[in-house]
């Protein structure tokens, strides 16, 4: 007895001495993590654990260290890690009318990329009827890149000086191109019109939209930024019907100013509203930082997003004369564009919401998977059909909308959201070439195929497996091959 007494005060005694030195703050040594890559080690991690916004604190973004990129580490290229973690409002007035604030910029911004078939069909019936089809997807090409390329100063220039002056240089650009828009007629004037001063307009709208979210929400920015980018889907399905009634009763002049006025309203009332709320990282500068793609992840994060905006807008141009080409009236040719787009809006909204429990890479996955099956499944075999063309342009919108909404996502959790803007306009920037590139190429597909859409719709496809690949081996190379893992 007295033996077994003697150990329990020996026991009680070195509780004691631990308590006493963890109260003067003596840490345990570090563990030795685990290496994953060259430059990259991760936390040692127990079992995946659903998400869980509670688990959202000050300093921690997971309750598992290893299914969080923020617990990625990369001493070369990933500065943000040495940063004390934010806190974010995740909410409120001021929250919230940013996300307003973004919405109605982009319905302007967003929701006439999303018309660029509309265009793409009147145009090369009408004022242009003599050039081909890769000649009149040059102007809409030409209008993407400079949407993305431009955005290598525009995001920079947002983080260190906030989104103010940015989105009033785009209204003012973006109603002036679409005033001059309705005058054109020849084709140097669409290029100069709406692929130089339409594209570099809507760049000035686009990126800070997307960025001041980042500064408001973290453990929601999935389902803020769905919210947000619901107004280029929308814009994408009231826009075509509105032309679709303007065209027969005013003509494209009047059409396109009276789209000009609308832009202007929405624009003019998003000044007021969109903000940034964090100052700007240490020695921001307002010039591109392409040392930023030693980050492993990050630069096969770009080359997935390459191949997924790549594919994406082929449909978006072409849809709309692939039903022209199958015997379909022009009324509804203009139709399947709001098909797609009505898609668009579930897909951006409740995908992203779903992103943030599941995160953004593998919602992302899952997103392209589902516009793969639509392409190669349903428009490929069954889009000559009218049932089957709807089925498509829904299923489509829903997958490549939600594409849309959780690329900025994923952007997101590999950088600092001081340095948001740059990372994402960075990756956009590189994107921009796809866009440049993807509608011609797919023009010349068709016309090499005499007029057959089989040929660009299979290269579509294909380009989507790519993606497909590249963003399973971004997951591999940060978490493994943990299927369940939350990335």
């Known amino acids: 007895m007295e033996n077994e007494k003697r150990t329990d005060m020996s026991i009680m005694s070195d509780a004691k001495e631990d308590t006493a030195r963890h109260g003067q703050g003596e840490k345990s040594a ?19 654990e659903p998400y869980s916004s509670n688990t959202y604190e000050k300093g921690r973004t997971n309750s598992d260290p290893a299914l969080d990129i923020g617990n990625l580490t990369d001493n070369s290229a990933s500065p943000y890690l040495d940063e004390e973690e934010e806190d974010y409002p995740e909410g409120g007035k001021r929250a919230w009318l940013v996300v307003l604030g973004s919405w109605l910029a982009l319905f302007s911004a967003l929701g006439i ?48 000086y906030g989104p103010r002056w940015l989105v009033a240089a785009g209204t003012v650009g973006l109603v002036a191109s679409l005033m001059c828009l309705s005058v054109c007629k020849e084709y140097y004037q669409f290029i100069l019109a709406f692929g130089v001063l339409s594209g570099a307009s809507t760049s000035l709208l686009f990126t800070p939209s997307i960025a001041a979210i980042g500064h408001f929400f973290k453990a929601r920015r999935g389902v803020a930024t769905g919210i947000a980018s619901t107004a280029g889907s929308l814009g994408g399905v009231i826009f075509p019907l509105m032309l679709e009634s303007l065209f027969a009763k005013v003509g494209w002049a009047w059409s396109i100013r009276i789209l000009g006025f609308i832009c202007l309203v929405l624009n003019v009332a998003a000044n007021f509203l969109i903000r940034s709320r964090l100052p700007a990282a240490q020695k921001a500068s307002v010039h591109p930082d392409f040392h930023i793609f030693k980050n492993l992840p990050f630069a096969l994060t770009v080359l997935a997003v390459f191949l997924l905006e790549f594919a994406l807008f082929i449909p978006l141009t072409y849809i709309s004369s692939y039903a022209l080409s199958k015997g379909f009236s022009e009324s509804f040719s203009f139709q399947v564009l709001t098909y797609l787009n009505v898609g668009s809006v579930f897909g951006r909204l409740l995908v992203g919401y779903w992103a943030d429990y599941v995160g953004a890479f593998n919602a992302n996955m899952i997103s392209v998977s589902i516009s793969i ?50 990372y994402y306009a960075t990756c956009y920037t590189i994107v921009a070439i796809a866009c440049l590139i993807g509608v011609p190429i797919a023009g010349r597909i068709l016309v090499a195929n005499g007029g057959d859409y089989w040929g660009l719709i299979t290269c579509t496809g294909c380009i989507y497996v790519g993606c497909l690949c590249t963003f399973q081996a971004v997951k591999v190379i940060s978490v493994g091959w943990n299927l369940r893992a939350i990335f």
């Open 113 to 160: 990329m999303n018309i660029l078939a509309t265009f793409q069909t009147y145009v090369s019936k009408h004022q242009l009827a003599n050039y081909d089809a890769s000649a009149i997807g040059w102007i809409f090409s030409l209008y993407t890149f400079a949407c993305f390329f431009l955005g290598i100063y525009v995001g920079p220039i947002f983080d260190k």
């Open 373 to 422: 099956v639509a392409t190669l499944a349903i428009w490929l075999p069954a889009g000559h059909t009218k049932p089957g063309l709807i089925i498509y342009a829904l299923l489509f919108g829903f997958s490549s909308g939600s594409n849309i909404s959780l690329t900025p996502v994923a952007v997101g959790k590999l950088c600092r959201t001081q340095e948001y803007g740059r």
């Open 30 to 48: 570090p563990e030795t993590q685990p290496e994953c890559g060259a430059g990259l080690t991760f936390s040692p991690s127990a079992e995946a």
